[in-house]
């Protein structure tokens, strides 16, 4: 269940940062909605990734969490497109709260999801792998969205993005091991 794994983060943080780390900038600045726009959606982010973690705290275990993480892989994707065509800052503040409580629980269930199922001998290799993806490979795209988004604008660039990031998504679905991907029981 690992190599599928690695490949769902590897996908879905290459469709991920380009837009929300260099694209969003770029989306503020082409709609006006100034610094303090920019604020508001970021601080949207962390009030639903925010949200994500209590819920995982109330919570507890996440029943299905390789299915459930797949598909809040994708409804994250499905925010992001979102996000770079919504007529109004409210409207993305909206889709920011949306991306960081799908996102969030996302990042958390595959952080749990790689936890339980390396062996404890090669968790930190696994780890590093992990962490190549996410910090290493794929700000990579960053020069690629900023020239995307000068090309062909915010909308096309941000909806590529959300298509890769949800590609990663359906990929977690074509896995049987990780479909059935189960946390263990406290």
């Known amino acids: 269940m690992l190599a599928p794994l690695m490949l769902v983060i590897a996908i879905g943080e290459l469709g991920f940062v380009g837009p929300l780390n260099i694209g969003l900038t770029l989306l503020v600045r082409e709609r006006g909605w100034g610094a303090d726009g920019m604020g508001w959606i970021v601080a949207a982010f962390g009030a639903g990734a925010g949200a994500s973690s209590l819920l995982l705290t109330v919570r507890g275990r996440i029943p299905r969490a390789g299915l459930t993480l797949s598909v809040v892989l994708c409804g994250a994707a499905v925010a992001v497109a979102a996000l770079a065509y919504a007529p109004s800052l409210a409207l993305a503040v909206l889709a920011g709260v949306c991306i960081g409580l ?9 952080g749990a999801l790689l936890q339980t199922t ?3 001998a090669y968790m930190g290799r696994v780890t590093s792998v992990a962490t190549l993806f996410t910090l290493g490979v794929a700000p990579l795209c960053y020069p690629v969205t900023g020239v995307a988004t000068g090309l062909w604008g915010t909308g096309p660039v941000f909806v590529v993005s959300a298509a890769v990031c949800g590609t990663g998504g359906l990929l977690g679905l074509c896995f ?3 479909r059935r991907a189960e946390l263990p029981a406290s």
């Open 176 to 178: 049987t091991a990780l």
């Open 102 to 110: 799908l996102a969030g629980l996302s990042g958390a269930l595959t």
């Open 118 to 120: 390396a062996d404890p």
